[in-house]
């Protein structure tokens, strides 16, 4: 790095803290007191960013009341102006920075633009975008949210995960699952466990409903096997035992583990008789999580384990469960 650079961003550091040194007491007082707000300095306009990015740290901390405080000394000091500006620049952290105090402020008045930022080339700049729109209007936001999604792998998901959740169940369940229904087959399997994390029951339907719908697929039917929820269909999961594909052999060996009780031991034996390690693998462990399993009955389904290969996963999941 070149010693002009250098200096550039040690002067930027140094500006970084002055205005945090005044402003952050100021806006902390602010969040904190319900009477009238303090005398404000003056703002010179190359403070503005580093206030405003100050200004929102704070913000993603509050909530109710508090964060209605912020939002009016924000605009009276032009927040609302200036992200609007800040949203044609051509550096990214600045339109980045538009984004999310637009949201914060929950401005009616930049859906248009936050929504043209929506479809954004830039991954970031566009999730920045939905998470702006959900503040601003949750119902209104998802039907395009969702339409994006299917496009938007490189939206990081955990952060997508709290998105949908402040939109709120009512709000997003519906948008979501008519995505889900109508994606292509390709799109759906990176989806359901993103489904699952957001929202398990919803997961959990939606995956049965598409299991059902491309029962001939593999990858769907591998990835669905993971996120159902609901014990009351292993009976009509029983068939992908016979699957061609490995995967949804072994999937279903899973579910059986999270789902499955005493009943479901002959098929999750059977399961432990099959030519793929991993598949034996997991349905041992599948054996010994049934509910109602315990020593007795292990015993008893291994005097019956007619395959070598069974009976050997069997001890070694047994002893894998004793050393953990």
């Known amino acids: 790095m070149s010693l002009l650079v250098r200096r550039y961003y040690r002067a930027k550091a140094r500006r970084n803290e002055r205005v945090v040194a005044l402003w952050r007491p100021l806006l902390t007082r602010v969040a904190l007191e ?35 405080r912020l939002n009016a000394i924000a605009r ?44 954004s080339s830039n991954s970031l700049v566009s999730f920045y975008a939905a998470a702006a729109l959900v503040r601003i209007d949750a119902q209104r936001a998802m039907p395009g949210i969702m339409n994006q999604l299917a496009e938007r792998e490189s939206w990081p ?12 169940a009512d709000v997003a369940r519906e948008p979501i699952r008519a995505l ?19 929202d398990a029951v919803l997961g959990s339907e939606v995956a049965i409903e598409l299991m059902r719908r491309h029962a001939n697929d593999p990858h ?57 390690w991993w598949v034996r693998y997991r349905a041992g462990q599948a054996l010994l999580k049934l509910k109602g399993m315990n020593d007795d009955h292990l015993e008893a389904i291994r005097a019956h384990l007619g395959d070598v290969y069974a009976r050997d996963m069997l001890e070694h999941v047994r002893a894998e469960a004793v050393s953990q």
């Not at 190359?46 to 993603?60: F, I, K």
């Not at 339109?95 to 936050?114: C, V």
């Not at 990835?223 to 699957?243: G, K």
Request: charged share 20%.
């Open 34 to 68: 319900s009477g009238d707000p303090p005398t404000l300095p003056r703002l010179p306009g190359s403070n503005r960013p580093y206030l405003m990015e100050e200004w929102n740290a704070l913000q993603d901390a509050v909530r109710g009341d508090t964060g209605e």
């Open 76 to 119: 009276s000091l032009g927040f609302d102006v200036t992200a609007r500006r800040y949203l044609h620049s051509r550096q990214v952290g600045r339109r980045i920075l538009a984004i999310r105090t637009l949201g914060q402020l929950r401005d009616p008045s930049s859906w248009q633009p936050l929504q043209e930022q929506l479809a």
């Open 157 to 168: 998901g955990e952060a997508m995960a709290r998105l949908l959740v402040d939109a709120g």
């Open 180 to 198: 889900m229904l109508s994606l292509a087959p390709a799109k759906i399997p990176p989806l359901l466990p993103w489904l699952a994390h957001v």
């Open 220 to 276: 769907i039917v591998a990835a669905a096997l993971l996120v159902i929820v609901d014990p009351n269909v292993l009976d009509e999961l029983a068939r992908f035992a016979e699957s061609k594909d490995a995967d949804v052999r072994q999937s279903l060996a899973v579910a059986y583990g999270k789902l499955g009780a005493l009943r479901d031991a002959p098929a999750v034996a059977h399961l432990m008789c099959d030519r793929v």
